[in-house]
């Protein structure tokens, strides 16, 4: 798998649609590959739901619910808005080859059938012209597209789905411009009956640490033109594993956000089999104000409680030696999440270990203000030059103590350091699963709040 796709919420079921090559484990012609759950934390895959046709492979793009049937599919249809990638037009280096189409289902999601007016959108003489994310508006009363073109966003406008008019667009001369930008997503806050907006830009490459990553801007959209407070770049994540990611659309006032667990630099040869690439943990999105500034804040779902158990309250853990968890608790379970305080003026390091050597540490460098994950020695890193590394994050929160959890699975850590503003999301391909932390704080200095829980499954 690669992109998260078309995820929608409807009676009761979280759908999770992504990009999808069922017949190998490198990037190829995609589908729509689905699974459903009913908490965001359980998921059952479901049969394929949308294969290629006569105009393409189905790349990128959203779903919503038409609740008053605007498109005429049906009360409550479930629309999909994808971009069709025609190959063989591709050759034909006309630049004509994305386009945006639909599909719709009336059983819930089950069986999906293409609208037969496909495309919605033709492509204008744009390269790089997908990834479709569409919201209803309600100021304006219309529906919105937030497509990716090329190097910029363009919005488009339309009160049926099937009829689209381009309203404005947005990023020439402003943010990151390393890479190709793709799946955005528009989405916004409630502040104190003030909506504040967000607009989410992957790009690839062009990351802070290198190849693929999500940038975001804050501001204001009135239904035709989104205009950013400030010029500021900012990033949602600083590790190395997490693309592409996007929102759920129709959960009312929750912004429930999903990555792709990776990066194009490797993505197509990461040592697993017979699968490759997973999501990261379902985040609930907020926005925080700090030193006058917006930014987006993120933390694993609070459904996540139904399968965490407190293991250990370690309390405090003083600074100036090395604790092992491993020798004070015992091994530690194959998923587990640990939470801890520390003094942001002092340096600290966590590092997860196996027998074999192997390990990837997470920690500060109170002079830099720069949280980091080393993973230069975290197990397998031949598969490729790009992913051994130890990547930086900047501290956002001027709080005097820093509040971190890290949620680590057997291939991945996802932190969450001052209530979410900064996340670093990083995979490591161990032989062993690291059964032990180890904690080192500066003399002085102490871990407090000290939490371990078990994850099960
Ligand atoms: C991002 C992306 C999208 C595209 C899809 C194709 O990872 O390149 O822009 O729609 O993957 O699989």
């Known amino acids: ?203 690839n490459p062009g990351a802070p640490n290198g190849g693929s990553g999500g940038q975001y801007f804050v501001g204001d959209f009135d239904g035709t033109t989104f205009r950013p407070y400030d010029t500021d770049i900012r990033w949602l994540d600083f590790g190395r594993d997490n693309y592409a990611g996007v929102t759920w659309s129709n959960t009312g006032e929750r912004r429930i956000f999903i990555g792709w667990m990776n990066n194009w630099d490797y993505a197509n040869v990461v040592p697993t089999n017979p699968w490759r690439s997973a999501t990261t943990l379902p985040r609930e999105l907020g926005v925080e104000k700090v030193n006058g500034k917006w930014y987006l804040i993120a933390q694993p779902v609070a459904e996540l409680s139904a399968i965490t158990t407190a293991m250990r309250d370690l309390a405090k853990v003083d600074g100036g030696e090395d604790v092992s968890l491993k020798t004070t608790v015992g091994k530690l379970p194959e998923t587990y999440r640990l939470d801890f305080t520390y003094p942001a003026d002092s340096d600290f390091k966590i590092t997860l270990k196996n027998d074999t050597g192997e390990w990837v540490a997470f920690g500060y460098v109170a002079a830099e203000r720069q949280f980091f994950i080393d993973r230069t020695q975290s197990g397998d890193v031949s598969f490729s030059d790009k992913f051994a590394s130890r990547d930086s994050a900047p501290r956002i929160s001027g709080e005097p103590v820093i509040r971190a959890s890290l949620w680590v699975d057997v291939a991945s850590i996802e932190v969450f350091a001052d209530n979410g503003l900064t996340a670093m999301t990083t995979t490591f391909f161990p032989t062993q699963v690291y059964d032990d932390i180890v904690l080192q704080g500066q003399s002085g200095a102490a871990f407090a709040d000290v939490n371990l829980y078990r994850i099960s499954r």
């Open 1 to 203: 798998m690669n992109d998260p796709n078309g995820m929608v919420y409807h009676n009761g079921t979280y759908h999770l649609f992504f990009q999808h090559n069922p017949d190998s484990t490198v990037w190829g012609p995609m589908h729509w590959g689905h699974a459903t759950s009913q908490d965001l934390v359980h998921w059952e895959e479901q049969p394929i739901a949308l294969y290629p046709d006569s105009l393409g492979t189905i790349f990128s793009g959203s779903a919503v619910v038409d609740k008053d049937n605007t498109a005429g599919f049906g009360n409550d249809a479930l629309v999909a808005i994808f971009t069709h990638h025609n190959h063989a037009i591709e050759q034909e280096k006309t630049g004509l080859h994305q386009y945006q189409s639909l599909a719709y289902s009336t059983d819930e999601g089950k069986t999906w059938t293409k609208y037969e007016g496909n495309p919605v959108l033709p492509n204008p003489g744009i390269w790089d012209f997908r990834d479709p994310k569409v919201m209803w508006h309600e100021g304006s009363g219309k529906w919105v597209m937030t497509l990716a073109t090329k190097q910029s966003i363009t919005f488009y406008g339309s009160p049926n789905l099937k009829d689209w008019t381009r309203l404005s667009e947005f990023g020439e001369s402003i943010g990151a411009h390393g890479g190709v930008w793709e799946c955005p997503d528009l989405i916004s806050f409630d502040d104190q009956g003030k909506k504040i907006w967000v607009l989410i830009v992957n790009l």
